[in-house]
């Protein structure tokens, strides 16, 4: 395991580190009196990092620098996985950050994940992306799988350098989850067997486990909330078939594919949550993963305002570096205010879930936000760099190609603005009786 963790271990032994207490951005009741009011006492946010969050950046952000941004363009080229780069954040203690101590991980708070999510998306998020996708899988079993599966995959996932997939998209359909097709159908007391087809799946070539979503009410009318159940499946059951590497714009390291699943035997103890659960289930990830999908958005914008602005100090035309011109500063700003204001959001989304409170409304402002914003950043960027910028040879354009997905992958902007919109009015109803 990681020095991190072995660094740690006599604070979390002692108590002094509690596993789940957010570890940034923690309310805090000021003693002090307010300087107006006497009487009032404020209640403020500390955006102070602790000693561990501390050390946890200090090692992603060298990671990042000293292994990932000097293989990032390969990977991007080759579209080869990134095993190399996954086995060592594995042996660094980077990978699976999710995970609680009595499963081998360090149980961060899903701030400090979120943290370091930005960080190595600031790298590449095409390997960013294959690192969130264990979280994605793995936090279905997280919050609702036996103690025997959180043993057995989170204990995995800790213990080797291995990936998990989540199933849930199809060919017919993504957005809409209740028109899934997959079946599981009990086969007797002990087993059930899925047939289908999976479509999209980030990691589907590389994981070793499936997290896969299937309908198990037969009744075609069945409500959403009863007819679905999730399952973890073993890459190694007979009946899956993998399907080719997708050729994508970008994120072109990241392993996307189909899967096929022809009378695969699955044991009942592999059902995730209740039998009929499973959308709730399955859904319950984005409130975990799509602030990481937002934190990767920040650390892509980060990367698009560093490199624009490096390029502006250098560049000179009619005479001084563009870097002068108003126009430039102007976009460097509007890059900067994103990025400043989307990290604001995914901190919040992560700082409500480490309460303990339900953050789906500020998952999803924070996703729908950051997403745009690294759109919006990596197009100026480009421009910042003129003719450069559309050349494979200058950083900037992989940015652009790998910005895109993040509007559309973990829900697309619309299904964001849908759950937004969905939030808001429940909550106006509320305030109405
Ligand atoms: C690279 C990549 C990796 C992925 N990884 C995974 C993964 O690991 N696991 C997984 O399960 N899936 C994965 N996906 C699938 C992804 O989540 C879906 O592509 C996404 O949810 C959109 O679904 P769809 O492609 O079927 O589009 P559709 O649902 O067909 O939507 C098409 C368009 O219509 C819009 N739309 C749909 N419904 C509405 C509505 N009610 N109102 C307004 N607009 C609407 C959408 O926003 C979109 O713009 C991945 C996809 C890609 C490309």
């Known amino acids: 395991m990681s020095s991190l963790l072995t660094k740690f271990a006599p604070l979390r032994s002692s108590g002094l580190l509690s596993l789940s207490r957010p570890l940034l951005f923690t309310s805090k009741l000021h003693a002090q009196a307010s300087k107006f009011d006497d009487k009032r006492e404020s209640q403020g946010l500390c955006f102070e990092h602790s000693e561990e969050s501390k050390s946890y950046i200090e090692l992603a952000s060298k990671f990042v620098r000293d292994e990932i941004i000097p293989k990032a363009g390969h990977y991007d080229k080759t579209g080869e996985y990134p095993w190399d780069v996954i086995k060592k954040a594995h042996s660094l203690g980077l990978l699976n950050l999710f995970v609680p101590a009595q499963y081998g991980g360090p149980g961060l708070s899903l701030v400090d994940n979120l943290l370091i999510s930005e960080e190595i998306a600031y790298g590449c998020t095409g390997i960013g992306t294959a690192f969130i996708t264990n979280a994605l899988a793995g936090s279905p079993i997280l919050f609702h799988g036996s103690e025997m599966l959180k043993n057995k995959y989170l204990g995995w996932l800790t213990s080797e350098p291995i990936m998990a997939s989540y199933c849930v998209t199809e060919p017919g359909t993504g957005s809409d989850v209740s028109g899934l097709k997959t079946k599981a159908v009990k086969v007797d007391e002990k087993n059930w067997a899925i047939n289908g087809q999976k479509m999209w799946i980030t990691n589907a070539g590389m994981a070793s486990f499936y997290f896969v979503l299937t309908r198990t009410n037969p009744d075609p009318n069945a409500k959403q909330s009863e007819a679905f159940t999730g399952f973890v499946v073993d890459r190694n059951t007979p009946g899956i078939t993998v399907g080719r590497k997708e050729e994508n714009m970008g994120q072109r390291c990241s392993d996307t594919r189909g899967l096929t699943f022809e009378n695969v035997i699955v044991p009942s103890e592999n059902m995730v949550g209740p039998e009929g659960k499973g959308f709730i289930v399955a859904m319950s990830a984005f409130d975990f993963t799509r602030p990481a ?24 035309a009619f005479g001084q570096p563009i870097a002068n011109y108003q126009a430039i500063q102007f976009k460097l700003a509007e890059m900067m205010i994103g990025v400043e204001t989307a990290r604001l959001a995914y901190l919040k989304a992560g700082w409500l879930h480490d309460r303990g409170e339900k953050n789906t409304l500020m998952a999803s402002i924070a996703k729908c936000y950051a997403a745009s914003i690294a759109n919006r950043s990596a197009t100026e960027a480009v421009q910042v760099f003129g003719g450069a910028g559309f050349n494979c040879d200058y950083p900037v354009e992989k940015l652009y190609r790998d910005a895109k997905i993040l509007q559309i992958y973990e829900g ?16 106006m109803k509320t305030l109405a009786h």
């Open 293 to 316: 999908v937002a934190a990767a958005a920040v650390g892509l914008a980060r990367r698009c305002l560093d490199e624009a602005s490096k390029y502006a100090l250098e560049r000179k």
């Open 412 to 427: 697309t902007e619309e299904i964001q603005k849908i759950v937004i919109a969905r939030e808001h009015i429940k909550h």
